[in-house]
Every structure is written in C-alpha cells, then in structure tokens.
C-alpha cells in the first residue's frame, strides 16, 4: 500500500503546477521564488516577483553580480521579458499574468564579473493564476 501511495504522489506531483516557495537549482546556483501579494498570483495586476538567488555554499547574488533576466512564458508564447532590479535589497521583477491558467517563469543569469563567478543558469518555475 505504501509503494503505491508514493507512486501516486511521484506520478501527481511531476504533473501539478508548481508555486512560489518551490527551490529550484542549475550547476552551483538555486533559488527561491516569492510572490507579492503573499505568494497568490492574481491575474492582470502587476505584481512583485523576488528571489532569494544564492551560489552554492549560501553567498547571495545581486543583481549587480549578475545578468539576471526573468521571462514569462504561456505554453511556447513568451509573454514578458524583463531584467532583475534590487528592490529591498532583493533580486526582483514586476510581472503581469494576462489572465487565469498555468504560467512558466524562466530565471536566466551569468555571472556579471570574477568578483563572484558563478555557472551560467536557468530556473523555472510553473505557476497557476487561478485568481
């Protein structure tokens, strides 16, 4: 019984929409993805998109150390490409959800200078506007 209930969630989980708090991780860069207003998309309202970027071993990335570029895609349409700026000291982006349904956000960066290398990266996150 156990096996199969692990399965089912294994076979689920690859398949429901992802949301904010979800750490994602490309070579010796991860982060986390938070939604303003309290990680709950809403539909045609411009919101704050922000990340807590870090390097491997927990030293923070800025933007200002990076050439970070959030895409929002809708299936194959992109949507929306925008760079990070430093709000509250914290990589972010405004971004507009067109309407209800299932959005991927694509975090890109490279490493601005060799103060702070870091491995090219892409993140991305699958996000549901059900508001």
Sequence with gaps: MGFRVLFVLLVLG?????QAHQLKSDGDVGALLHIEPG???QAG?????????????GTKI???QCNCTLTLNQG?????QTALSLVNKRPTARVTFPKQGRYTLVLTG??????????PFILRWNVQVSR
Excluded: C, E, M, Y
């Design 14 to 18: 690859g398949s429901l929409p992802t």
């Design 39 to 41: 990680d709950q998309p």
């Design 45 to 57: 309202v411009p919101q704050q998109v922000w990340f807590n970027l870090v390097k491997r071993g």
């Design 62 to 64: 800025t933007p200002g």
């Design 76 to 80: 194959p349409q992109r949507l929306s």
């Design 110 to 119: 490279t490493a601005k200078t060799a103060a702070l290398p870091f491995q």
